[in-house]
């Protein structure tokens, strides 16, 4: 039997806020609303009141008191424990976070801004089905009474690795009311099954499925192998009169001009394998700089001893790998929107400076009274 793992490490904001809300997937992929809460997002449990604020955060921060593996999920009929009686509801939605079970706003609720019904999962009793009872005392009529399960059990869970979800089997074990026929037996309780989708005829505005399925891609003639000959570079002439008249035939035959080596072009660089690839690569490149260093500083002493000569080429080492980094950052960094930038910034200072030099060079004085020229200024004895 596959152990179901948890992961480690405290929910990052991405995930409680889609746990918060909620899911209507009914099975289970995975456990991480079993993983501890940041600090800031704990509340005291001693609180004053027992009843359930769907506003308020959550409660359930010890990730022991949370379900592993629900047996309520969404599509299931359940009944709520108390002054309800037997009304029977839908399951709409889980909150694996809180153990709170979300059910749709009733038809009579006309408010835009209705809640959804929540209760805690341990209010909810699961629906199994009408049964028949016997009669009461005076009457030979039986009966058909709603039975609901007051105890649960299951089999083992089992990890499905073609649909990626855990898988069990549920039953009860205890019902209400108690069917003595069943004393001592396992009723099993069927998992909801999801309602088929249902697809609308098409319109004008889809495709057709004659036109979804027609090849409309050619392969080239010519032979992918590597050991093939590559096939021959047309002239521009060539190349520019087989792709304006498409309708005589080209200087490429039957074959569309394509790229022979695409697998390089199209795969993605970003893929593990490249990545780990790169980074080996790099580790070789370092090992052996570090070792041309070594050898080049061991070459020439120059009175020094062996433990001061490979100090001296750890440190070249260091200060060539940060020049490095940082001119492969600075390089990043600059990219074609920040050369745009700067090339619009420099011309707005050249204009600026341009625009001050020639008001500069238009600038003329208007003559006037009680002006004085320096040179024809007279020292003062």
Same mark, same amino acid.
């Given at each position: 039997?596959?152990?179901?793992?948890?992961?480690?490490?405290?929910?990052?904001?991405?995930?409680?806020?889609?746990?918060?809300?909620?899911?209507?997937?009914?099975?289970?992929?995975?456990?991480?609303?079993?993983?501890?809460?940041?600090?800031?997002?704990?509340?005291?449990?001693?609180?004053?009141?027992?009843?359930?604020?769907? $506003?308020?955060?959550?409660?359930? =921060?010890?990730?022991?008191?949370? *379900?592993?593996?629900?047996?309520?999920? @969404?599509?299931? +009929? !359940?009944?709520?424990?108390?002054?309800?009686?037997?009304?029977?509801?839908?399951?709409?939605?889980?909150?694996?976070?809180?153990?709170?079970?979300?059910?749709?706003?009733?038809?009579?609720?006309?408010?835009?801004?209705?809640?959804?019904?929540?209760?805690?999962?341990?209010?909810?009793?699961?629906?199994?089905?009408?049964?028949?009872?016997?009669?009461?005392?005076?009457?030979?009529?039986?009966?058909?009474?709603?039975?609901?399960?007051?105890?649960?059990?299951?089999?083992?869970?089992?990890?499905?690795?073609?649909?990626?979800?855990?898988?069990?089997?549920?039953?009860?074990?205890? $019902?209400?009311?108690?069917?003595? =026929?069943?004393?001592?037996?396992? *009723?099993?309780?069927?998992?909801?099954? @999801?309602?088929? +989708? !249902?697809?609308?005829?098409?319109?004008?505005?889809?495709?057709?499925?004659?036109?979804?399925?027609?090849?409309?891609?050619?392969?080239?003639?010519?032979?992918?192998?590597?050991?093939?000959?590559?096939?021959?570079?047309?002239?521009?002439?060539?190349?520019?009169?087989?792709?304006?008249?498409?309708?005589?035939?080209?200087?490429?035959?039957?074959?569309?001009?394509?790229?022979?080596?695409?697998?390089?072009?199209?795969?993605?660089?970003?893929?593990?394998?490249?990545?780990?690839?790169?980074?080996?690569?790099?580790?070789?490149?370092?090992?052996?700089?570090?070792?041309?260093?070594?050898?080049?500083?061991?070459?020439?002493?120059?009175?020094?001893?062996?433990?001061?000569?490979?100090?001296?080429?750890?440190?070249?080492?260091?200060?060539?790998?940060?020049?490095?980094?940082?001119?492969?950052?600075?390089?990043?960094?600059?990219?074609?929107?920040?050369?745009?930038?700067?090339?619009?910034?420099?011309?707005?200072?050249?204009?600026?400076?341009?625009?001050?030099?020639?008001?500069?060079?238009?600038?003329?004085?208007?003559?006037?009274?009680?002006?004085?020229?320096?040179?024809?200024?007279?020292?003062?004895?």
């Amino acid at each position: 039997m596959t152990t179901a793992v948890v992961p480690k490490g405290p929910l990052t904001s991405f995930l409680y806020n889609k746990l918060r809300e909620g899911t209507r997937i009914p099975w289970t992929t995975n456990f991480n609303h079993l993983r501890k809460l940041p600090r800031h997002l704990r509340v005291n449990k001693n609180s004053q009141s027992d009843s359930f604020d769907p $506003t308020k955060r959550d409660t359930t =921060h010890v990730p022991k008191e949370r *379900i592993k593996f629900w047996n309520i999920v @969404p599509g299931d +009929r !359940v009944r709520i424990r108390g002054r309800y009686g037997n009304k029977l509801r839908d399951v709409w939605k889980i909150r694996r976070l809180e153990n709170i079970v979300e059910f749709p706003v009733p038809e009579s609720n006309t408010s835009p801004d209705a809640e959804n019904p929540a209760y805690s999962y341990a209010s909810c009793q699961l629906y199994i089905g009408e049964y028949d009872f016997p009669p009461l005392p005076g009457s030979t009529q039986p009966r058909k009474l709603p039975v609901f399960a007051e105890r649960l059990s299951t089999t083992p869970p089992v990890w499905n690795s073609r649909l990626h979800r855990w898988q069990w089997e549920r039953f009860a074990t205890r $019902t209400t009311p108690f069917m003595p =026929h069943f004393k001592g037996q396992k *009723i099993p309780i069927p998992w909801p099954k @999801p309602a088929r +989708r !249902v697809l609308e005829p098409a319109g004008m505005y889809d495709t057709g499925k004659q036109e979804v399925t027609r090849v409309t891609y050619v392969p080239p003639s010519f032979s992918h192998k590597l050991s093939a000959p590559l096939p021959r570079v047309p002239t521009e002439d060539e190349y520019i009169a087989g792709m304006s008249h498409p309708t005589q035939r080209p200087w490429f035959g039957d074959s569309p001009p394509v790229e022979t080596f695409l697998h390089r072009e199209l795969s993605n660089p970003h893929s593990r394998a490249k990545k780990m690839k790169r980074w080996q690569s790099h580790r070789v490149y370092t090992k052996s700089l570090l070792r041309d260093y070594t050898a080049a500083e061991m070459r020439e002493l120059n009175g020094r001893s062996t433990k001061e000569a490979k100090a001296e080429a750890l440190f070249k080492w260091r200060q060539k790998l940060t020049a490095e980094e940082e001119a492969e950052r600075r390089r990043r960094w600059f990219t074609l929107a920040v050369a745009e930038k700067a090339k619009k910034k420099q011309a707005r200072k050249t204009r600026r400076e341009q625009k001050r030099r020639d008001q500069l060079t238009r600038l003329s004085l208007v003559e006037g009274p009680n002006q004085v020229i320096p040179g024809d200024v007279q020292p003062s004895r």
